[in-house]
């Protein structure tokens, strides 16, 4: 601290102002700020010490000048202040800035942000004694090399300051929960802001006018944003962890009991193109109510009730058309013996569903999951023809260290370890034997061999690009970047094997690598998510090595991949130990939450997998 006194001290001694750091004996009106060079008050202070001056002090430089960010407060018996002052320049004059006075002044000069109140006294926040203040420092935070972000407290505002034009850019009067904020995130140059709590809900507010136009929740690697509307879009599985408090419907409900009223995607982008409110959400009934009564399931709903769906392992078995208020199916029914597993769900008429119900199964089930497993592992570790483009100065090679051996490390721990099946048949494909045309034939074959009682894995791992028409590729090793779309492996192409497939689909996903990180046509494993998505309706869960622009990490002493190193001794090697229930097979729960909790310990929380499912509802034996 006592070197920034001294550096700005430098900027105000043609002032005649000094900046010690010594401490002002009998101080009782706070602490001073960073006088306004050009104002009275810095006149009266020429030829004195300011001494211990700011109540909290942050620097930063921006194009080789130095500028700090100071917070002072003072009081009096009537009531205490703080100030947000901000100053830069290495020789004569410093630029300065008081940054709630700035915000104040726009707010009174832009009409669209209505009555301004955005100082503290305005804001009603009027404390006698600094005692009573409790004051917290506020929030700094570096948006980009010419933004600052704050956030004030005690009385939460946030301000945002452009070091180029030295003026404020946006100011949010009443950031919801301001005073448990943890982080502001800048987005589309500043249009913008998000804020970021410390119990992981998020706030976007429109720099244009103040207004929020979304909120939502960053939940276990997930985010989920809903418009003023009530829409929302985000995955499913994040989605059930959000509870939803409807005006007039009694409880606490899942929010992924709506998604097929208030889902909709768009909405996020949506939200920040338009001004207005988007359109008013449906009129939303309680959810429907299902419960067990011996063998016979019984829903009960508020409105007409349209089907019971029963999942098996996690797979569609059943769906059972019922009508009316309340409906009952047999149990006894939809049971089979190659099922260890079953969850039930009721649906309405609106398409809003029950809670799962998971419906017991005798002990005596056997603990082999029924059929066969069906193994791909695709690895790329050389790609000569994609030259030296890659990274932190884009002219390194694009070769990676243990895409290969991720690859044959999973083909052993599915093969060998796990007792879950009865049958395993595994493929490894890896650098030039990995061709187009061999993968895709490889994958023909599991398709067709695959009967529905079958699982088949596939796994990843390598390079994902995007071509020129916006179309997702896997790297192989004969990729060229000006022939991308005819040299790689299309994901449109894989989609479209797994739209055919009857068996339950597993995919292990590990594209986003950091030796292509500066290079705007990299995939991320979201996209690669939602290309697979959205492009067929079969049983699929994807388990991604990394969450969205992360980059998967390899580690030295196992010479693998984090994610790939994980899975191999969840399911292999350390399965006992991750197999919580001792049935004798690593369930979707346990294997996710296993896989999470190894990879982000091992990353230092800078890499973390996540998990998305299409058309597969509950927890089930997988491995």
């Given amino acids: 601290m006592k070197d920034e006194y001294t550096r700005i001290s430098r900027n105000y001694t043609r002032l005649g102002i000094r900046i010690s750091g010594t401490k002002k004996e009998n101080e009782l009106a706070g602490h001073q700020g960073l006088p ?6 810095a006149r009266a202070l020429r030829g004195q010490d300011l001494g211990q001056p700011f109540f909290a002090l942050w620097a930063g430089d921006w194009r080789g000048q130095r500028f700090w960010l100071a917070e002072s407060v003072s009081y009096s018996r009537i009531a ?9 320049g290495n020789e004569g004059t410093p630029d300065w800035m008081d940054l709630v006075a700035a915000a104040d002044e726009l707010w009174r000069n832009n009409k669209k942000y209505g009555v301004p109140h955005f100082s503290q006294l305005r804001t009603g926040d009027i404390r006698g004694s600094l005692e009573q203040a409790d004051l917290p420092a506020a929030i700094v935070i570096r948006l980009g090399p010419d933004r600052i972000g704050l956030v004030t407290k005690p009385t939460p505002r946030i301000v945002v300051f452009n070091l180029e034009s030295w003026k404020v850019s946006c100011a949010i009067k009443s950031p919801v929960d301001g005073l448990n904020a943890a982080n502001l995130i800048d987005v589309d140059g500043g249009n913008h802001i998000v804020q970021v709590n410390s119990d992981g809900s998020v706030y976007i507010y429109r720099c244009s ?3 929020r136009v979304l909120s939502g929740a960053f939940v276990d690697g997930e985010i989920v944003l809903m418009d003023r509307g009530g829409y929302f879009d985000g995955s499913d599985d994040a989605a059930q962890y959000l509870d939803l408090v409807l005006p007039g419907v009694p409880g606490r409900h899942l929010l992924s009991q709506y998604v097929s009223v208030l889902r909709k995607p768009g909405t996020i982008q949506g939200a920040l193109r338009k001004q207005g409110l988007a359109e008013a959400p449906p009129r939303l009934a309680s959810p429907p109510r299902l419960k067990l009564d011996g063998q016979r399931l019984i829903a009960e709903s508020t409105s007409a009730l349209s089907m019971i769906r029963i999942y098996g392992d996690g797979r569609l078995q059943r769906e059972a058309a019922i009508t009316g208020l309340q409906a009952t199916v047999e149990v006894t029914e939809i049971a089979r013996d190659d099922v260890r597993t079953l969850t039930a ?15 017991p199964i005798p002990k005596s089930k056997p603990k082999l999951i029924a059929g066969r497993l069906h193994g791909l592992f695709v690895g790329i ?5 994609l030259g030296s483009i890659c990274g932190s100065d884009q002219r390194q090679p694009c070769d990676l260290a243990y895409a290969v051996a991720d690859a044959r490390r999973l083909e052993q721990a599915f093969a060998g370890a796990s007792p879950a099946y009865r049958h395993r048949a595994m493929t490894v494909l890896t650098d030039g034997k990995a061709t187009r045309a061999g993968v895709l034939a490889e994958l023909d074959r599991l398709v067709a061999a695959a009967a529905a009682q079958d699982t088949i894995v596939l796994s990843f791992a390598g390079h994902g690009l995007m071509d020129g028409q916006g179309k997702l590729q896997l790297a192989l090793s004969s990729s060229r970047m000006d022939r991308l779309a005819e040299t790689s492996l299309s994901f449109d192409d894989v989609a479209g094997r797994l739209r055919t497939a009857k068996a339950r689909v597993i995919i292990l996903l590990d594209v986003c690598h950091a030796g292509l990180a500066d290079r705007a046509s990299i995939a991320t494993n979201d996209a690669v998510v939602e290309q697979l998505m959205t492009a067929q309706g079969t049983a699929i869960i994807v388990l991604s090595a990394a969450k969205g622009r992360q980059f998967s990490k390899e580690d030295e002493r196992s010479k693998g991949g984090l994610f790939t190193v994980a899975v191999a001794e969840i399911v292999g090697s350390q399965r006992q130990q991750y197999d919580t229930d001792g049935d004798g097979v690593i369930s979707i729960s346990e294997l996710y939450r296993a896989l999470k909790a190894k990879v982000i310990e091992a990353s230092k929380g800078s890499q ?3 998990l998305s499912r299409n058309r597969m509802v509950g927890d089930f034996g997988v491995f």
């Fill in 345 to 359: 769900v009721a649906v309405d008429s609106a398409g809003i569903l029950s809670a799962p119900l998971d419906i």
């Fill in 80 to 88: 205490f202040r703080t100030k947000f002052e901000i100053a830069r």
């Fill in 608 to 610: 973390t997998p996540w």
């Fill in 209 to 211: 006018d103040s207004e």
């Fill in 36 to 41: 306004d060079p050009r104002s009275e008050e």
């Fill in 381 to 385: 570790d050389d790609y000569p023809s």
